[in-house]
């Protein structure tokens, strides 16, 4: 979902994967800055350390993801 900035909340659309892997868009949502757009960092990513992802709002840094590798995917720690 998103809001128009004149409502004071969310002008940019949420995502629905951090990277590249699947996440929840209402818990996204509720966990990002409001702003007018959303930038996601590179990322760094290998099988044994995880994936890291910085995300940014109007370039201030909004959310920090970390994931961990399993035979199954990525879970978020």
Request: hydrophobic share 30%; glycine share 12%; with cysteine.
């Amino acid at each position: 979902m998103s809001a128009s900035s004149s409502d004071g909340g969310l002008s940019y659309p949420v995502p629905d994967n951090i990277r590249g892997v699947p996440a929840d868009k209402v818990l996204l949502e509720a966990l990002l800055d409001e702003g007018d757009e959303l930038k996601q960092g590179p990322g760094f990513f290998d099988l044994k350390d995880g994936r890291f992802c910085h995300m940014y709002v109007d370039g201030n840094e909004s959310v920090v993801s970390d994931g961990q590798w399993h035979e199954r995917g990525y879970r978020y720690a």
